[in-house]
């Protein structure tokens, strides 16, 4: 398992690289110019060149990149344009907000999905399989942030027992992780319910009742384990665009995480702090889906080989 670990890791270091530089030419080719934030659109050129030259993009955007990728294997992200603040610094003061509003939704998702997809699987053709085909096509069509919005409307509004803004506690997570956990539970608990139909009329499945084992002994040891091969393959994507999509969720509830300092500075233009942003979502995407590899190894040791 060392192995296999160290192989996707080192595998992942050009998608990070990819993608770095995808980010970086993106930005660099995009319109506006970040001294005009700065110094303002109507200072004298001399004053825009010495702070181009400052901030070093009076050198062409090759030129820059490569600096960038020396400062980068050193740990170092870059500066703030509009706040001198080290961009390390302002990741690790916003990462704990948004990894505690993706825990939180990650675990809403799946915690709601499987055990509904489980029950469809179990009542093929009943109340419960149709109730999850119609929460589904629901959950694919309702754009998270109109979710978020019924939400606040709901619970802030009209019933007053939530915030519909702010990060101060358990309560002012409920609903942006609702908000960001809930459009997933059908889709997720379709795919549990398709994998679990496989699973159930195999042999192994009708010998272990034959032997007189349990409903729930059979369920949950032998069909639910086996039919959690490609959820968990699906585990690994949905961890990238909980964290993807936390961008939104955390705009409409106001929540000072990475995804609003990354919509800051994408009005700023404050391209460091944005580069920065968009390579901890990287990261957090690809070491999303090794974890969901390592974690084949545990549910099903016949991959070892």
């Known amino acids: 398992m060392a192995n296999y670990l160290i192989k996707r890791l080192l595998v992942a270091v050009p998608v990070l690289l990819a993608t770095a530089f995808l980010v970086f030419l993106a930005l660099h080719l995009s319109e506006g110019d970040p001294v005009d934030v700065i110094v303002g659109p109507i200072a004298p050129e001399e004053v825009r060149e010495?702070?181009?030259?400052?901030?070093?993009l009076d050198e062409p955007w090759p030129v820059q990149f490569v600096v960038y990728l020396g400062?980068?294997?050193r740990g170092d992200l870059g500066?703030?344009?509009?706040s001198k603040r080290p961009v390390v610094d302002l990741i690790k003061a916003k990462l704990p907000i948004t990894a505690e509003l993706?825990?939180?939704?990650?675990?809403?998702?799946?915690?709601?999905?499987?055990p509904l997809g489980t029950l469809a699987a179990l009542h093929r053709n009943t109340f419960v399989d149709w109730f999850t085909m119609v929460l589904a096509l629901v959950g694919v069509s309702m754009p998270g942030f109109w979710l978020a919005l019924l939400l606040i409307y709901a619970f802030a509004?009209?019933?007053?027992?939530?915030p519909p803004t702010g990060h101060e506690g358990v309560r002012h997570l409920i609903l942006p992780a609702l908000a960001l956990g809930l459009p997933q539970?059908?889709?997720i608990a379709r795919i549990t319910r398709s994998s679990m139909l496989e699973v159930i009329d195999q042999d192994y499945i009708r010998t272990a009742r034959a032997k007189g084992l349990g409903e729930q002994s059979v369920v949950f040891n032998h069909a639910l384990r086996n039919a959690l091969i490609p959820i968990i393959s699906l585990m690994g994507l949905d961890l990238g665009y909980i964290v993807g999509g936390s961008v939104v969720i955390e705009a409409v509830f106001a929540r000072p995480g990475i995804g609003d300092m990354m919509l800051r500075a994408i009005y700023s233009r404050d391209f460091p702090v944005l580069q920065g942003g968009m390579l901890v979502l990287a990261l957090a995407i690809v070491l999303s889906n090794i974890a969901?590899?390592?974690?084949?190894?545990a549910v099903d040791p016949r991959i070892r080989h």
């Open 50 to 56: 010495r702070v181009r030259m400052q901030l070093g």
């Open 71 to 73: 400062n980068l294997a």
């Open 79 to 82: 500066q703030s344009i509009l």
């Open 102 to 114: 993706g825990a939180a939704a990650f675990v809403i998702a799946y915690g709601l999905a499987i």
């Open 157 to 162: 509004v009209y019933l007053k027992v939530l």
């Open 185 to 187: 539970v059908g889709r």
């Open 292 to 297: 969901a590899d390592l974690a084949y190894l």
